[in-house]
C-alpha cells in the first residue's frame, strides 16, 4: 500500500544512454512534482504536472522530458545522459497546486559513468 | 526567488537530549513544510505548518509568519531522529517548494 511509488530504486548506466524512471501515486493527488538532490543534498524541482498538466519547469536541459499518462503516473525520460544527470531523483504528489503538504516517493539513485 | 537559510548545518547531540532548528526565510510564505530524511535517504514530511504551531509526539514546530522564520523543537532525541532536517516554504503566487540546505542531525547513543 506504498502510497508514491518509484521505479527503479537504483540506476547505473554510461554516458550517451537514454533511461527512463517511472513515479505512481495511489493517493487520488491532482498534482505531481520531479525534484532532484545533488550530491550535496540540495533538492530542487524540475517539473510539476496538475491533472496531467504541465504548471512548472524550472531551468532543466530539454534532454529531461515528463510525461503524465494520467494523474496516477509521471514518468521522466532523460536523454544523451551526462556525468552531472548523477544525482538522486525524487517524486512527490500532493492533493493539488500550491499550499498542500507533498508526499515523497523513495528515490531513484542514478549514477551515470 | 524565494530565499530559504536553515541553522546549524550541523548539529551533534547525545540520546535524550532536546534540539531546535531554524528556518529563515525572505519573503511571505503560504506553504511551509518540515521534512526529515533519515540515512536511507527517504523524506518524510514532519509538519505542514505555514503558521502557528503544531506537536506531533516529540516534535513540535511553530512558524512566526509575520517575521519570517519557523522553528522545528525535538524533544528527548533518539537515535532514531538522525538524519537531515530540510524546511522547504513556497511564496504566494508561487506553486513550488523552495527547499534550504538542510540541518544534519547526529544522536549519539
Known amino acids: 500500500d506504498t502510497a508514491v511509488s518509484q521505479t527503479p530504486k537504483y540506476l547505473v548506466t554510461q554516458m550517451g544512454n537514454d533511461k527512463s524512471i517511472k513515479c505512481e501515486q495511489n493517493?487520488?493527488?491532482?498534482?505531481m512534482y520531479w525534484y532532484k538532490q545533488d550530491s550535496k543534498k540540495f533538492l530542487k524541482i524540475m517539473f510539476s504536472y496538475n491533472n496531467k498538466e504541465l504548471i512548472i519547469n524550472e531551468t532543466v536541459p530539454n534532454r529531461f522530458s515528463p510525461k503524465s499518462p494520467d494523474k496516477a503516473h509521471l514518468n521522466l525520460h532523460i536523454n544523451s545522459l551526462e556525468l552531472g544527470d548523477s544525482a538522486v531523483y525524487f517524486c512527490?504528489?500532493?492533493?493539488?497546486?500550491?499550499?498542500?503538504?507533498?508526499?515523497f516517493g523513495p528515490g531513484t539513485r542514478l549514477l551515470v559513468l | 526567488g524565494i530565499q530559504v537559510e536553515q541553522s546549524p548545518p550541523d548539529l551533534i547531540l547525545q540520546e535524550g537530549a532536546n534540539s531546535t532548528l531554524r528556518c529563515n526565510f525572505s519573503d511571505s510564505v503560504n506553504n511551509l513544510q518540515w521534512f526529515h530524511q533519515n540515512p536511507w535517504g527517504q523524506l518524510i514530511n514532519l509538519f505542514y505548518?505555514?503558521?502557528g504551531t503544531k506537536q506531533n509526539g516529540r516534535l513540535s514546530a511553530t512558524t512566526v509568519a509575520t517575521e519570517r522564520y519557523s522553528l522545528l523543537y525535538i524533544s528527548s532525541s533518539q537515535t532514531t531522529d538522525s538524519g537531515v532536517y530540510f524546511c522547504?516554504?513556497?511564496?504566494?503566487?508561487?506553486?513550488?517548494?523552495?527547499f534550504g540546505t538542510g540541518t544534519r542531525l547526529t544522536i549519539i547513543p
Open positions: 522547504a516554504v513556497e511564496g504566494f503566487g508561487n506553486e513550488k517548494l523552495t
Open positions: 493517493l487520488g493527488h491532482d498534482t
Open positions: 512527490a504528489s500532493s492533493i493539488r497546486a500550491g499550499q498542500e503538504t507533498q508526499y
Open positions: 505548518i505555514p503558521s
